[in-house]
């Protein structure tokens, strides 16, 4: 059971969920007329930005021993990795608007931000679940862009929260998160990436 909990929790790891986010979003709204040399661009972009550099910077961390393992186990150690997380967004947002994609993909990137930055205010003084951010920020986002775009990607809700039971379970069989830390960073996620997706109605009207 813990090995798929681990299995899990890799797979869903919260610095591939922005890539993940693109890749759907590259493949399952107007996007996907895209040249596939264009969404590989944008893909490895997302890649590169939100997961690959702030992975390596953890690994410098850990290596200088100013964090104990990639899942940032203690609460003091997470600090620093969710600055870096708030900049790598910021930057891949930026890499995306420079290639011209539309407004309301880059408002899930303020909503994102804003998760982190709620995230890292409560890290002082209680454990919240990144893990449970990224996929509760995923399926917001899925479900912001389904209402701007109006389609209904109903198999895709609900493997998303499929997803979300097995992540939010493999970190509590795990015993990193208690049930309410996972709620929380879950609640938090999505609330956050499915209320910035609003902001693309100001956009419209400015």
């Given amino acids: 059971m813990k090995l798929f909990a681990n299995i899990t929790s890799i797979l869903f790891h919260p610095l591939l969920m922005v890539t993940y986010g693109v890749l759907l979003a590259l493949n399952f709204t107007y996007l996907a007329i895209y040249p ?11 890649l590169l930005c939100s997961a690959i550099i702030p992975g390596l910077l953890i690994l410098l961390m850990i290596k200088g021993g100013a964090a104990t393992d990639m899942e940032l186990s203690d609460r003091r150690e997470r600090a620093v990795p969710y600055l870096i997380f708030i900049t790598a967004n910021m930057v891949c947002m930026f890499y995306l608007s420079k290639l011209q994609m539309p407004f309301w993909i880059l408002s899930m990137f303020i909503g994102i931000c804003l998760a982190l930055f709620v995230a890292l205010c409560v890290n002082f003084f209680w454990k919240i679940s990144v893990h449970a951010i ?34 939010c379970t493999s970190r509590i069989i795990l015993e990193k998160h208690t049930p309410m830390q996972t ?21 419209l009207l400015i």
């Fill in 36 to 46: 596939f040399t264009m969404k590989l661009y944008l893909a490895g972009g997302a």
């Fill in 183 to 203: 709620y929380a960073g879950y609640g938090l996620g999505f609330i956050c990436t499915f209320g910035a997706s609003f902001m693309n109605f100001i956009y």
């Fill in 134 to 167: 990224g996929i509760g920020g995923l399926l917001g986002a899925v479900m912001g862009a389904a209402q701007i775009q109006m389609i209904n990607p109903f198999w895709m809700f609900i493997w998303i929260i499929l997803a979300s039971g097995l992540v």
